[in-house]
């Protein structure tokens, strides 16, 4: 076990879209921590790449922010999903299901009839 790999190169907008849909408001060290949890700590997630994805999808409308207590009492900015952020995360995940089902046919070709 140590080998962890890093997130995909445009998929990190729509597991942070998820996280907030399934687990509701919750600060930014709780997102990376559920991500990773939910790679089953397979992912390796740069802290330094989830705060500017966080701000632009903030910036784009897809989530809120504000300031609120951690479990541990320290201040904490926390996130939640917006109405248009539910649609974005609809969106990206069609579009992601579109494509893996597009590179499952090369990587798995069926019989040529």
Known sequence: MGDKTDVWQGTLA???????????PIHGYGIARRIEQTSGHLLSLNYGTLYP???????????????????NNRKAKFYKLTRAGRKQL????????????ILARFLSPAEES
């Open 53 to 71: 994805a966080l701000l632009k999808l903030e910036q784009e409308g897809y989530i809120a922010s504000e300031w609120g207590l951690s479990e």
């Open 14 to 24: 729509l597991m942070v879209l998820k996280t907030l849909e399934t687990m509701g």
């Open 90 to 101: 609809e969106r990206e995940a069609r579009d992601w299901e579109q494509a893996t089902a």
